[in-house]
């Protein structure tokens, strides 16, 4: 038994650390959080291409590094703690899953090096409204190749080239790939919480669509691409958290009211403490989910909720008390808590909220105890 | 990244397992409700020394066979399927004696280690006060030369809170031995024989029923300077080394998810089975999730120790998380119970009243080993290095700082 990552994947993760300090500070993020008109940060995206990260997970066969999950993992902790805004997450853990799970080897070949070179931004296209996607929730429909309906929101829907769609054929809930580039595409860009993250409005008309995967498997395939997310998601996340806890601690240590710093105060510290808690036990349920993604261990639906539910808890708790550790300095524009708070929200609903994935797990739950 | 077995490990695991299949108790034979006897107990903890598996990281030199603390884990897992009678031994062989060896005299480690491995020693340790729980550096318990110029000590005092007090040959005393000195600064520990009759052990009558743990009293109790463990004054740092076992050995326990799923199923509600509530749905998923991760945590500090890396402060989280969480697990059960929940007797309560018994015993373990308040405090200054509450008994004399009631 080994609990912890190899000193090659840890000597990964502070060159990752090294290059994002070096390329993606908090003023880079704002770079697009304060910019309308910009959905990612193109520059940080080309480093990061040439860095090779976008194929870390895939297929040497398929241009790819050829790497383990694991290493992915590593990769996305340090995304989280740069808040990197960058549309890696729907095109490494989305687009790129779903193909290398359910696509063709046509498929492969076209969409998994471009991804690799990072030359192709992906996205997930599953949400139509308010609530958790369903077979009863999925409006859009394909007949004849032509997707027509419309999705919202889809993260990076607004610069990715190809999304997973999830739509319906014959009473069949099917993924399909589409090439948001072509004809019958509509594309509006949607305010949202985190700004420094992009997200749009797809309508489609009659647009071409090719299936992913077979007739009646798109919930499925979903669920999978999900599973795998929901780990890599919760790097992301602890990487913020354990980022926003340090913040705190800092602000605590320099801030003085009443004569003394305020992380003397025991309301101060404990809160910290339990910020330390909270990001331990989610680190550890991550850890336990990198191993099941990279092995393809049968416990990985569980694992993956149980990474995906600590995450959710550690990142919020730690972004909303961080900026309340800070104060009212805190609650200001200029102050980099919001940053957090709001890639917090960003992060912990895009793959599911917490709550649908609390029913997952205790379903997997109910499963193995049934077994 | 392995949550497997390494080849070496699987081979470990395969003769622990056959070892506790031929010698320990079966399931099918443990009567429910019955208590072991010490005699049970101590016979099976020198089964275990004799074959290896008592102490399994201890050094060859002190008796034991050391091993991995990979082993140990794998050995404890395995162990935890079969009901092995009680552990009266956790306090000495966590705490007690692994301070000795690292503080103790050569005579007292050659007296010591190999009796208490063998389970034909039992330990207690006397820190808390009744003045002094979450501060135990301000025991009030004194130790002072005799006047006779021996060398010897003669102790009075009272300590509380001592766990197997009752039947324990030897404890570990934190003593006063100078009051002009700022507290921390005039400590001292020494070891005790129990059943020297200077020692008075009164049982406590828990809120939860049981009587665990004891008053002791010092009258006149009379040391030989070589009971000393660690230098006059040194007590504070020496005590550091078993606290901290302390909370490592507390920290433990499970979530009890599956016994609330257990329950839940055949329990009905507003809204039909229990198992269907969304609201206990959402609180099982909390439980597992802290549950697991407190799992993981310890296996990630399982492998630090195996890289000879020392696990420090951070250990404190899993008492912090375990024992809060018990009382909600307790509170919730009960809830679902409804009306019913308020019967106690194992004989008509669900799961033999296991929700009620965790109830009353959580305040307990929410305070014991340093409360949920103070092991913040340790996580806050001793991991994350903020400082220190104000001090108002710093650079004070012992015996010059203001003491309540």
Redesign the interface.
Known sequence: MNFDFSDDQKFLKSEARKFLDAHCSTATVRGVLDNVDRSYDEPLWKAVAAQGWMGTAIPEEHGGLGLGRMELCVIAEELGRALAPIPFASTVYGLAEAVLIAGSPAQKSALLPRIAAGELIGALATSEGPGVVSAGSIKASVADGKLTGEKLPVTDGDVAGVAVVLAKEAGQVNAYLVDLTGAGVTRETLQTLDPSRGAARLTFKGAAAERLGGAGEGLDIIEQVLNRMAVLLAFEQVGGADRALEMAKDYALNRYAFGRPIGSYQAIKHKLADMYVKNELARSNAYFGAWALDTDAPELPLAAASARVSACEASWYAAKENLQTHGGIGFTWEMDCHLFYRRAQQLGLVAGGAKQWKERLVTQLERRNAA | ??????PE?AEYRAKARAWLEANAPKREDHVRGEEPTMAESKAWQAKKAAAGYSCITWPKEWGGPGGTS?QS?IFAQEEAKYPVPGNPFTIGLGMCVPTIMTAGSEADKVRFVGPALRGEEIWCQLFSEPSGGSDAAAARTRAVRAPDGSGDWIINGQKVWTSGAQYSDFGILLLRTDPDVPKHKGLTMFWVDMKDPAIEVRPIHQMSGGSGFNEVYFTDLRVKDSQRIGPVGDGWRVSIVTLMNERNAIGGGSSY??QV??LADGISTLAGSG?KD?AL??K???W???A??????R??T???LSRGQTPGP?AS?GK??TAPLMQDVANTALELEDQFGIISDPKYAPLQAMFQATLMSAPGMRIAGGTD?I???I???R????????RLDKDVAFKDIPTGR
């Open positions: 990244m392995d949550f497997n077995d390494t490990e990979w884990q998810h599956r799923m257990q198992i969304a749905r959402e099982i998923a909390d597992y999730v802290q697991e991760g407190l799992k993981y945590t296996l990630r399982q492998t630090a951070e989280i912090v998380v308040e092991l913040r405090n996580i806050a200054e991991v994350l290095g903020l400082p220190q509450d104000v």
